[in-house]
């Protein structure tokens, strides 16, 4: 219904008015039958339950459970993760009161699931007892208030990728503070090359610098919220890539499309401050390269402080109207701990492990041909130990990243600055929030 | 006595051959209106920071189109849409004629082939045809960038300056030989007669175009019109699928683009139900006012 809004160009009015509207009505009905439906399944009984999801390879994971679970069978649908589409699907799944049993949600969007009251809490099922199972600052991205909302599958751990040829080849280190990046980034441009881009359009990624920075954009107290994103940590990081930009020493494409692939091959830009999955990401599009990258620890703003960061990462989460959640959990925990699970993940390209133990002995656990040999997934362990724990997420994430591109272009535009641009995303935030009926104010 | 029995059973008949599409009119078209404008009329309140104290309904009266009248994102979608109706809609239509008359007016073989292929860009669906112009317009990878950029232009049709008219430019390419076709449908329907006469008096091509074919063709062209004034309004599907290669298309981009985000990505159903009555109500004073306009006019010519 969402595409008949769409292909209806130059429909009558009347047609037009009408898919405008059936697209809400369809997603509006009642969601009555939530949570009553639930019940333990007997001794004996085949169940069936639906996951939607979309990381690639999941499905030989899902089908060794089901080889392994005759009686409990999960059948998989792939959504689409492109421009929030998947969650504008489950969000209208809920309202109209057909969810399905588990779904994948990132980190980021959990709370607004919450809002819905479309997640299952889980430390009735006995998700609290999981807990030592991850990566620590990971398990804290599903509780919230308390209560378990998911089972943490993956993350982005981050780094920097960069291509250790011409860095040698035009006597540049790989740098170790920002200070280190921006003189770095004076020397590639002068070989005609960029360092990076700024994607105004990535606002997980600019929450990732922010969050290495020490930024807390979100957290609740009682039963309100407190905002801020415009705060010291942020601004120092939007005054920084600002400067970049004005000085022109980065590009501003958005990243993973195709002219910024076209440019990885071209090694017009020649690094990228990114998540530990952007391996597959240059590898798949600028597979020429091969053996020419590295990657290093991301820069930090006091030398060696060690601090990291995040950028991506999903769990699964059960939603209401499940009918069988502990069924649903078992098989949740499963997917995301089980050694057998998680190398067919691995395999797949799903990110970084959230379980503990996920990491040593996998095939992320040895050197790669594509990073010269290199053992690269060492700095992104290291990299996931340091996250900061204390980072939360707001409850209108997706409209904060629409902000966050909006603003931020406009002030690439119409040269305003990059920290007024924060300000203003704080702003509109605060009034979403406002206008889902939360207690907000400004930290 | 016979004649009114005959009378009933016909409007029996008639009844049954309506009840179908009553029924559908009443499920499909009637109804989401009704229940858009309910909804509009409504807003969810919440309990506790995560909401799970719970949510309730409450009546809203019309605080969720002062919102949306409130929101400079929204307001400028639309005047974002107007600005590009202004100059999309008559550079197409002008476009059509020209082709529909020339196409009409060739003797020569081929015209069926020429019709066709003007055509043809309408079956590519819109999405299909943005991916397709999208590639055309990206640095690195269009041809035509790279032949600009050749000839000592650097051209970007994705700026934020150009990026309307490079949106301009996919709606002219997959609905001209759409309008095309209905004029030359009407052309079609003109008797052969009138042109004779016209040649008999003495008339030339250009005349017979000008005097004759127009004024005969002008029920076609305001139906044309305003089915692009409409589709202006709705545009959505080309920046849509624009938005990832360029910065430069907002959340508000375009009205319905607007309502989409705040429904599917913020989830304010209610302000999004606000939203699209809005957008159906200014389609509906385009519309009617424009047939009005022309309306008026005609009558004026025809005293």
């Known amino acids: ?443 | 006595m016979a004649r009114s029995r005959l009378h009933s059973s016909r409007n029996r008949a008639a009844v049954g051959f309506l009840l179908p599409f009553c029924v559908l009119f009443l499920a499909t078209f009637i109804a989401p209106i009704c229940y858009a404008l309910y909804q509009s009329l409504f807003k969810v309140e919440r309990s506790g920071a995560l909401g799970l104290g719970g949510e309730t309904e409450v009546f809203a009266g019309l605080s969720n189109y002062t919102h949306a009248l409130e929101d400079s994102q929204f307001l400028e979608g639309f005047a974002r849409v107007l600005l590009f109706g202004v100059v999309q809609v008559p550079v197409m239509i002008l476009l059509a004629t020209v082709l529909a008359l020339l196409l009409e007016a060739a003797s020569a073989r081929g015209v069926v082939f020429f019709r066709t292929a003007f055509f043809l860009p309408y079956g590519v669906p819109g999405v299909i045809a943005s991916i397709l112009w999208g590639f055309l317009y990206v640095p690195g990878i269009s041809p035509f960038v790279e032949m600009f950029h050749s000839a000592g232009f650097d051209v970007n049709f994705l700026s934020e300056g150009n990026l309307l008219w490079a949106i301009a430019n996919i709606v002219t390419w997959e609905f001209t030989g759409y309008n095309m076709l209905i004029l030359i449908s009407q052309l079609k329907a003109v008797p052969d007669e009138l042109y004779e006469a016209a040649r008999i008096d003495g008339a030339n091509a250009w005349q017979v175009a000008i005097r004759i074919k127009l004024p005969l063709i002008r029920p076609a062209l305001v139906l044309t019109t305003v089915f692009s004034i409409i589709g202006t309004l709705q545009l959505f599907s080309e920046p849509l699928v624009l938005k990832p290669l360029t910065g430069n298309i907002d959340t508000g981009y375009t009205p319905n683009v607007h309502a989409y985000n705040e429904a599917f990505q913020s989830n304010n159903y209610n302000v999004a139900a606000a939203e699209a009555v809005l957008l159906a109500l200014v389609a509906c004073v385009l519309s009617f006012g424009f047939m009005r306009l022309v309306g008026r006019r005609g009558k004026v010519g025809d005293e």
């Open chain 1, 1 to 443: 219904m969402m595409t008949s809004v769409g292909t209806s160009r130059r429909s009558l009015l009347a047609a037009s008015a009408a898919t405008a509207a059936t697209g809400l009505a369809v997603t509006g009905c009642g969601s009555d039958d939530d949570g009553e439906s639930s019940s333990k399944r007997k001794p004996g009984e085949k169940i069936q339950m639906t996951f939607w999801a979309w990381v690639p390879g999941i499905d030989k994971a899902v089908d060794l459970w089901n080889k392994q679970n005759p009686e409990i069978q999960v059948r998989l649908e792939k959504v689409s993760p492109h421009n929030s589409a998947q969650y504008a699907k489950m969000h209208s799944a809920l309202k109209a009161g057909n969810p399905p049993d588990l779904a994948q949600v990132e980190y980021m969007n959990i709370p607004e699931f919450l809002l819905e009251k479309g997640l299952v809490e889980l430390s009735e099922y006995g998700a609290d007892k999981q807990k030592d199972k991850f990566v620590g600052w990971q398990w804290e991205q599903v509780v919230y208030d308390g209560g378990v909302y998911a089972v943490p599958q993956a993350s982005g751990p981050m780094g920097l990728f960069y291509r250790e040829d011409l860095y040698s080849k035009w006597n540049v280190e790989p740098p170790a503070t920002w200070d280190d990046f921006e003189a770095a980034a004076k020397k590639i441009r002068k070989q005609g090359a960029y360092i990076d881009t700024f994607p105004a359009s990535m606002g997980p990624w600019l929450a990732g610098l922010a969050w290495q920075a020490g930024a807390e954009w979100f957290r609740t107290e009682g039963d309100a919220w407190k905002v801020a994103i415009d705060s010291e940590p942020t601004r120092r990081v939007a005054e920084f890539w600002e400067g970049l930009v004005r000085q022109k020493l980065v590009k501003t494409l958005p990243v993973m499309q195709s002219p910024w692939y076209s440019a990885l091959q071209s090694s017009d830009v020649v690094s990228w401050v990114s998540a530990q999955w952007g391996d597959a990401l240059i590898s798949g599009n600028a597979a020429k390269t091969k053996g020419k990258w590295r990657v290093a620890p991301m820069p930090q703003w006091k030398k060696g402080a060690g601090a990291s960061a995040n950028w991506g990462g999903s769990t699964t989460a059960v939603f209401s109207g499940a009918k069988h959640p502990q069924e649903a959990m078992d098989f949740a925990v499963w997917l995301n701990t089980d050694p057998k699970s998680i190398d067919l993940l691995i395999a797949g390209g799903y990110g970084w492990p959230a379980a503990k133990k996920g990491f040593e002995g996998s095939r992320l656990d040895r050197p790669s041909d594509f990073f010269g040999g290199q053992k690269y997934n060492d700095v992104f362990a290291a990299s996931d130990k340091a996250v900061d724990t204390s980072w939360k997420w707001g409850p209108t994430t997706v409209a904060m990243i629409n902000h966050m591109t909006d603003a931020l272009t406009d002030a690439i535009n119409s040269k305003g600055s990059f920290t007024d641009a924060m300000k203003t995303v704080q702003k509109q935030v605060i009034a979403d929030m406002r206008d889902k009926g939360l207690k907000v104010e400004a930290a």
